[in-house]
């Protein structure tokens, strides 16, 4: 590339898209930036994203993953939380970081591993997207055959299953089809901005409990 990455400044709420990228200089990019960065990279057909999150950003990206494990732990389901893990297939030509994911169904394919490789290993169960800074592109996701995709807006949360290769929006999660998840995760979402964090993950529990037929 003629320009160097260590030259790029992406503000935080921004983010540079570039065309045309091959999939070895998709890997070359990843590679140089490293694991320790501020910047997600997502890549599709060509097509390279790498976004700066804003504090908001982080700060829902968190809670909401913190909710979904504490609603794994109360409902005693196995769960891999792998967080931003670069997921990527070349035969798919597609990569992504998402803000959050776990394989639930398939966790036991997966536990203990030290690498994913999506060769031989299924892509994770649930991924949870942040879509503060920029709005999530679908069409990785689904080269990716991830199941279930949430995208936070800042204000909504929209759950989107995978069905014969394509998302479909949806207000049950195949995670926990039985729960009202688009309405109780924005709920406590903002009550920990006002309850803290920790106040809020108690109440949290609590709820779930009272879902659990025989408690």
């Known amino acids: ?39 997600r990279v997502s890549y599709s057909q060509g097509v390279l994203e790498i976004m700066a999150p804003l504090p908001e950003h982080e700060v829902a990206k968190v809670i909401i993953g913190d909710l979904v494990k504490a609603l794994l732990e109360e409902l005693d389901i196995e769960f891999w939380s792998l967080g931003s893990t670069t997921f990527d297939k070349e035969i798919m030509d597609a990569g992504v970081e998402p803000d959050d994911c776990f394989y639930i169904e398939n966790e036991a394919k997966v536990r203990g591993k030290d690498r994913i490789d999506l060769e031989i290993d299924p892509p994770p169960d649930l991924a949870i997207e942040i879509d503060i800074t920029s709005r999530t592109r679908f069409n990785n996701y689904q080269a990716l055959k991830v199941p279930e995709l949430w995208r936070w807006n800042g204000s ?16 049950q999660s195949r995670s926990f089809p039985n729960l009202p998840i688009t309405q109780i995760i924005p709920e406590y979402l903002k009550r920990s901005k006002t309850d803290g964090r920790n106040a809020t993950m108690k109440a949290f529990r609590n709820w779930v409990k009272q879902q659990i037929p025989g408690k």
């Open 1 to 39: 590339m003629l320009l160097e990455l260590n030259q790029l400044i992406i503000p935080a709420g921004h983010q540079l898209l570039m065309k045309g990228i091959s999939w070895a200089t998709y890997k070359n990019i990843l590679a140089e930036l490293g694991e320790n960065r501020n910047y």
């Open 156 to 171: 909504r949360l929209e759950i989107n299953v995978l069905v014969d290769g394509v998302y479909i929006q949806t207000n």
